[in-house]
T-cell receptor
Framework: QKEVEQNSGPLSVPEGAIASLNCTYSDRGSQSFFWYRQYSGKSPELIMFIYSNGDKEDGRFTAQLNKASQYVSLLIRDSQPSDSATYLCAVNIGNSGGYQKVTFGTGTKLQVIP | EAQVTQNPRYLITVTGKKLTVTCSQNMNHEYMSWYRQDPGLGLRQIYYSMNVEVTDKGDVPEGYKVSRKEKRNFPLILESPSPNQTSLYFC????????????FGQGTRLTVV
């Protein structure tokens, strides 16, 4: 079982719709969760991070975390063609010693259709 | 401008010829990390460093070395490159630790023939 799993897609949504991206992780010790966006040929850029169960909103983006079920999701409201990219889920396993190993999922490709 | 700078951007080399990919950040970040990105495998962490002289292995450290002698620099060294190290490499830095990498370098596309 992969440590961080994402559906590779592509996920196609019409412009203006809500895009829902999902990620599951295997390590119950995971403490921090991140979503990155990567345009083709470019570097990943951090969109959001979430540490606690529940929802965290930032503009059109909402991250949702459910530690009991070991999943984290990203909702993009009012999707725009410029949101078309690959979205990477990343999980940071930390401990009292400050260990900071990061594992990425393979990414979900999102296509927003005008 | 806050940035992470990698060099070179593109490199073609031959098997066994030692190479170094440099990474420098100007944000006084403590945490730096190297990743490789391959189709279907995503981003995989090679090594990370939590501070000067403090480094640790990520998921795929075999065949790589790193050093952190200064806070701003975190070079990646391939002592004897092999074709399976052909990949896209990213350096990243963060103020507060792994996973909060707000800054990635531009990437280095390495081909080993």
């Amino acid at each position: 079982q992969k440590e961080v799993e994402q559906n590779s897609g592509p996920l196609s949504v019409p412009e203006g719709a809500i895009a829902s991206l999902n990620c599951t992780y295997s390590d119950r010790g995971s403490q921090s969760f991140f979503w990155y966006r990567q345009y083709s040929g470019k570097s990943p850029e951090l969109i959001m991070f979430i540490y606690s169960n529940g929802d965290k909103e930032d503009g059109r983006f909402t991250a949702q975390l459910n530690k009991a079920s070991q999943y984290v999701s990203l909702l993009i409201r009012d999707s725009q063609p410029s949101d078309s990219a690959t979205y990477l889920c990343a999980v940071n396993i930390g401990n009292s010693g400050g260990y900071q190993k990061v594992t990425f999922g393979t990414g979900t490709k999102l296509q927003v259709i005008p | 401008e806050a940035q992470v700078t990698q060099n070179p951007r593109y490199l073609i080399t031959v098997t066994g010829k030692k190479l170094t990919v440099t990474c420098s950040q100007n944000m006084n970040h403590e945490y730096m990390s190297w990743y490789r990105q391959d189709p279907g495998l995503g981003l995989r962490q090679i090594y990370y460093s939590m501070n000067v002289e403090v480094t640790d292995k990520g998921d795929v450290p075999e065949g790589y070395k790193v050093s952190r002698k200064e806070k701003r620099n975190f070079p990646l060294i391939l002592e004897s490159p092999s074709p399976n190290q052909t990949s896209l490499y990213f350096c990243a830095s963060s103020l507060s630790g792994g996973g909060t990498e707000a800054f990635f370098g531009q990437g280095t596309r390495l081909t080993v023939v």
